[in-house]
């Protein structure tokens, strides 16, 4: 049974800094990452690791976050700097586990809020 545990939002004024965690169990995981949703809009993407650590960003966020891996933890990590108030959003982690051969399958997060003051 596949489970994330997503750790670290917060509030933080605007050029502050947050560390978002997710532990991921019950498979191994192919890609990792994190979306966000703020109110009003559709769920992003904010980045994704693959299992090699080669990563990708949205434009929006390239310079000021930093997505990383630990692959004998099964976790994944976004560490935020120079946060902005448009970074306001709830973060979802996004893990595709391996079935088989042929076959992923993607999890999604319960959700961590982060809020930047201005």
């Known amino acids: 049974q596949v489970q994330l545990v997503e750790s670290g939002g917060g509030l933080v004024q605007a050029g502050g800094s947050l560390r978002l965690s997710c532990a991921a169990s019950g498979s191994t995981f192919a890609s990792m990452g994190w979306y966000r949703q703020a109110p009003g809009k559709q769920r992003e993407l904010v980045a994704t690791i693959s299992r090699s650590s080669r990563p990708n960003y949205a434009d929006s966020v390239k310079g000021r976050l930093t997505i990383s891996r630990d692959n004998a933890k099964n976790t994944v990590y976004l560490q935020m700097n120079s946060l902005k108030p448009e970074d306001t959003a709830v973060y979802y982690c996004?893990?595709?586990?391996?079935?088989?051969?042929?076959?992923?399958?993607?999890?999604w997060g319960q959700g961590t809020q982060v809020t930047v003051s201005s």
């Open positions: 996004n893990c595709v586990a391996i079935i088989n051969l042929f076959n992923t399958k993607e999890y």
